[in-house]
């Protein structure tokens, strides 16, 4: 686990604020209709393969080829699948000492199994709403690290490192080999699947929400200096997994209605009784189909006294709440796909004085005077909104989440079938390119946040 303790250097300001400013007021909104997930179709093309062609074969030594058949038959412990990468074959070419069937069945286990360790067995299909961006392959390069492996005689080590850095994974790892049940060694393969979709090293700072937890947290240097309620997407406007950059936090926000929730209610509240809505802290322009709301800033807004600046496509965010209540739930999905945050006054201060590097004062300042005010971050950092749906449980073990999306379901019935292809592949004749699909880059007028 990654260690849980309060940051040692917050300045004594921060745990000095004005009571007035953390006191924020339960207010009796029970039903808040923050921006709407603006839901984006699930990725199902796997990556096209690179192919290194035409390019001669790497040879093989007995030894190498034996210490990946050792891996491979182990592969059970790192939840994958020995028949994935014919045992057999490799066997029987080393039994043989056919070289030229050695290099090339030996090469193509090893570059199978490096993809799915790296990247994943499950093909994208079953990644349901899945959008976190992995760049392990362009620090992990399949053939860089086959060719050194082989003069170095380290295809084990080599296989090894592939393993995601972070404590809770090799957690994962030592309860699968005690899982009692066919169900339960496979509910913790599907989460240790989910960690190899995540970049391997998630980074010095930064925030993770791991919706089935329904909880928060801000890391920075491997500790976990805050831990946060949160409400997610309930079933109807699900919450997807993303891990775009945090680049500022924005106190006192207005809020800027999507066109779904001004058709639910408040334009026909601002049709019938504009005086109603004004007292609700709406503005808007136009009417009809052109009609355009804000509400302004204030105790009842929809996202309370802050947000977490973190540009998407799928408008997607963390903010506060005037529904204080919807925090004593155990099971929290209640919102329509972005993260409310718990405390969000301590969150917000948190982010504006570690990351953006003002001072518990002018914070305070700037909560008080209601206005709205961005703090930027000078290096953004990323924000996971995770699923994992097993997770440590401090004592060594693991504990089973609730699967609130039914997310699971897809990945266990993808162990029955064949995995991604390879990532990179060395053949004579470069094999048929699978479509990739290609994230669409977004700014602030096209990320659907404001």
Not at 19 to 32: G, I, K, R
Not at 35 to 44: F, G, M, R
Not at 115 to 143: C, E, I, S
């Amino acid at each position: 686990m990654v260690k849980n303790t309060r940051f040692p250097a917050l300045p004594a300001a921060m745990l000095c604020l004005p009571l007035a400013l953390l006191a924020t007021p339960a207010a009796a909104q029970t039903e808040v209709k923050e921006d709407s997930v603006i839901l984006q179709p699930d990725k199902v093309a796997d990556d096209a393969p690179v192919v290194a062609a035409p390019v001669e074969l790497p040879s093989w030594s007995e030894d190498n080829a034996t210490a990946l058949l050792t891996f491979i038959e182990s592969a059970g412990d790192e939840g994958l699948f020995a028949r994935d990468y014919d045992p057999d074959g490799i066997a029987a070419a080393i039994i043989a000492k056919d070289q030229a069937r050695l290099d090339r069945v030996a090469t193509a286990s090893f570059l199978l199994l490096a993809t799915h360790l790296r990247d994943g067995r499950t093909p994208n299909a079953a990644r349901k709403q899945w959008f976190m961006v992995d760049n392990d392959a362009d620090h992990m390069p399949l053939l860089h690290l086959l060719t050194t492996a082989l003069a170095d005689n380290g295809i084990a080590a080599t296989l090894a490192a592939f393993d995601p850095v972070h404590p809770d994974f090799a957690v994962l790892k030592a309860a699968l080999k005690t899982a009692k049940t066919p169900a339960e060694a496979n509910a913790i393969r599907v989460n240790i699947e989910r960690w190899r979709w995540m970049p391997r090293d998630l980074g010095e700072r930064y925030v993770v929400s791991n919706v089935p937890e329904y909880l928060t947290r801000v890391v920075h240097g491997g500790t976990v200096i805050a831990t946060h309620k949160a409400v997610v997407g309930k079933a109807s406007t699900p919450t997807p997994q993303l891990n775009p950059m945090a680049t500022g936090v924005i106190v006192n926000p207005t809020w800027t209605l999507p066109r779904s929730i001004i058709n639910e209610g408040i334009g026909a509240t601002i049709a019938r009784n504009p005086a109603s809505a004004r007292a609700q802290g709406y503005t808007w322009t136009g009417s009809g189909k052109n009609l355009s709301v804000v509400q302004k800033a204030g105790p009842g807004n929809a996202l309370g006294v802050m947000k977490l600046e973190m540009l998407n496509e799928h408008a997607i965010y963390l903010h506060d709440t005037p529904s204080k209540g919807a925090f004593n739930a155990a099971a929290r999905a209640f919102s329509h796909g972005c993260i409310r945050t718990e405390k969000a006054l301590h969150f917000s201060g948190l982010m504006t004085v570690m990351f953006a590097g003002r001072s518990a004062e002018e914070f305070g300042e700037v909560v008080a005077s209601g206005k709205t005010t961005r703090f930027g971050f000078d290096n953004p950092f990323p924000v996971y909104v995770a699923y994992w749906t097993v997770i440590p449980n401090g004592k060594g073990g693991v504990k089973k989440l609730g699967d609130l999306y039914g997310r699971d379901a897809p990945v266990v019935a993808s162990f029955a079938k064949p995995g991604r292809p390879t990532a990179t592949i060395v053949a004579p004749t470069p094999p048929p390119v699978v479509p990739t699909t290609t994230a669409r880059v977004t700014t602030p007028e096209t990320s659907g946040i404001y």
